[in-house]
């Protein structure tokens, strides 16, 4: 199982994707707040649908209790400030994925913690500014299941 962690995160309709997503692939999502949202508004649940009761999320008061409470674990950030492609690496059941807020991502303090193994990056065109939160997550979550040989761990 992959650990997915959403520092902070702001817009319902992704972290709704995002939970989709987890509950689909068996990852567990870990929410740091503050939160844009709350978890049972409409607008979360809608874009959830009926996947929320059937995902595992925990909500913790910040990334330091978020991290001591997942053991055995490497610590991937995604950021576009990341110099290593998310294809570089050769993930292990357990990683964990940190993404930061939709509109400031990972601020630099957590990004240059010892917890981060690497800041990853995904490719995109040189005058983009970022892509979807949720789109981000599906990619590289995916990549690991790839290299797992399409294992849902």
């Not at 601020?107 to 500014?129: I, Q, T, W």
């Amino acid at each position: 199982m992959f650990n997915i962690v959403l520092y902070q995160p702001e817009i319902p309709p992704n972290t709704g994707n995002i939970i989709r997503l987890c509950a689909n692939t068996g990852a567990m999502l870990h929410l740091i707040p503050p939160l844009g949202f709350v978890l049972s508004k409409k607008t979360l649940k809608r874009a959830a649908l009926d996947y929320l009761d059937l995902a595992t999320i925990k909500e913790h008061k910040n990334i330091g209790e978020c991290l001591d409470s997942i053991k055995n674990t490497r610590v991937f950030a995604l950021s576009t400030k990341g110099t290593t492609s998310y294809t570089k690496i050769r993930y292990k059941p357990n990683d964990t994925l940190l993404f930061g807020s939709e509109t400031s991502g990972l601020p630099r303090e957590v990004l240059n913690k010892d917890y981060c193994s690497e800041v990853l990056r995904v490719p995109m065109a040189e005058e983009s500014r970022s892509i979807n939160l949720s789109n981000t997550v599906a990619i590289v979550l995916y990549e690991g299941i790839r290299q797992l040989d399409n294992t849902l761990v």
